[in-house]
């Protein structure tokens, strides 16, 4: 099958490169969160304390116009990085734990390619397995817009709650991926359809 459809073959090899390239990358997460667990030097955590954060209101203090008159100057509904100091790790473990399941996901889904796949270059490609295949990689990539933006909610969310600083009024909002929970649940249904399709020409066989 492979010879008779080459560009077949051409993806199964970049599947296979990106599978390893996945587990490479977490291998790297991994080293980097023992590190940064460990207080080592070598990771600058600078880079990594700062979060995503959207505020309703930021004054801006000591304003004046150009007649020297002190005005009231502020901006609303803004999105910014905050950098809190001697914070502790917490928010950076929270956002490496973020990183690390999204890797795990595209990793799942990559592995539920590679059996598909196997499965088309023995020419075995409409079976109700293949259909659940695609099914497991609708639900991951449902994961894949919800898990990250529940886990920023929740960083979020506690910001808001706990979190002082005069001039500044932090907001929690879940921020919901459209276009990527709309491309789940289409392949779901056409892993349904897929797998029903799969299960009819069964019985067929069957029967003749």
Do not use: C
Request: no cysteine; aromatic share 16%; hydrophobic share 55%.
């Amino acid at each position: 099958m492979t010879g008779k459809f080459p560009f077949i073959k051409a993806v199964s090899i970049v599947l296979s490169i990106v599978w390893y390239l996945q587990w490479f990358f977490l291998a790297v997460l991994i080293v980097i969160s023992l590190l940064i667990a460990t207080d080592n030097s070598i990771i600058n955590t600078d880079k990594l304390e700062g979060f995503h954060i959207q505020f309703a209101r930021l004054d801006i203090q000591n304003t004046a116009s150009a007649d020297d008159a002190q005005s009231n100057v502020f901006l609303t509904n803004g999105e910014g990085r905050l950098h809190i100091k001697d914070a502790g790790y917490n928010f950076i473990y929270l956002r490496l734990l973020s990183v690390f399941i999204d890797t795990l996901l595209y990793i799942f889904i990559i592995y539920m390619l590679k059996k598909i796949f196997a499965g088309v270059k023995t020419g075995v490609f409409f079976t109700r397995q293949n259909g659940i295949y695609i099914k497991y990689i609708a639900y991951a990539i449902l994961g894949l817009a919800l898990i990250p933006e529940i886990i920023n909610y929740f960083v979020n969310l506690h910001i808001s709650e706990t979190l002082v600083i005069e001039g500044i009024v932090f907001k929690a909002r879940f921020g919901f991926d459209f276009r990527t929970v709309f491309l789940a649940l289409l392949i779901f249904v056409i892993a349904k359809a897929f797998i029903r399709g799969a299960e009819l020409k069964e019985d067929h066989d069957l029967t003749i």
